[in-house]
């Protein structure tokens, strides 16, 4: 996490009032990605993950973590569609390959 950090407070010129600002504008369209991501491996179609993303990104919870400048709750948002395709996976029949690098990933993303 702090190489990410490192880089955004690099190119906002060590201003780091500029970098929050910026990774809460961003929350929307994290948002909507990480969830048309998630769709598109849980098998939707692209037409109706592209509604789905847009919709996560333009709900009230995304929209209102995003104007209180929350940075926790945007980074919770953004990784749950991801979270939730995890979890989906793991548990369908005949999905459970390989146990402990979804582990790990998945508590990886937790601890996050």
């Not at 500029?18 to 769709?39: D, F, N």
């Not at 980074?75 to 793991?90: E, F, I, Q």
């Not at 548990?91 to 998945?106: C, D, H, K, S, Y």
Request: net charge positive; hydrophobic share 55%; aromatic share 6%.
């Amino acid at each position: 996490m702090a190489v990410p950090l490192g880089v955004g407070s690099f190119l906002t010129l060590g201003d780091p009032h500029l970098l929050a600002r910026l990774l809460v504008a961003v929350t929307p369209v994290a948002a909507g990605i990480s969830c048309h991501r998630a769709l598109r491996r849980l098998g939707a179609r692209p037409g109706p993950s592209v509604l789905g993303a847009i919709s996560y990104a333009l709900s009230a919870v995304v929209l209102w973590s995003s104007s209180e400048g929350r940075v926790s709750v945007a980074v919770l948002l953004a990784s749950l569609p991801w979270l939730a395709a995890r979890l989906a996976a793991a548990f369908a029949p005949g999905e459970a390959r390989r146990p402990l690098p979804w582990m790990v990933g998945t508590g990886l993303v937790l601890a996050v």
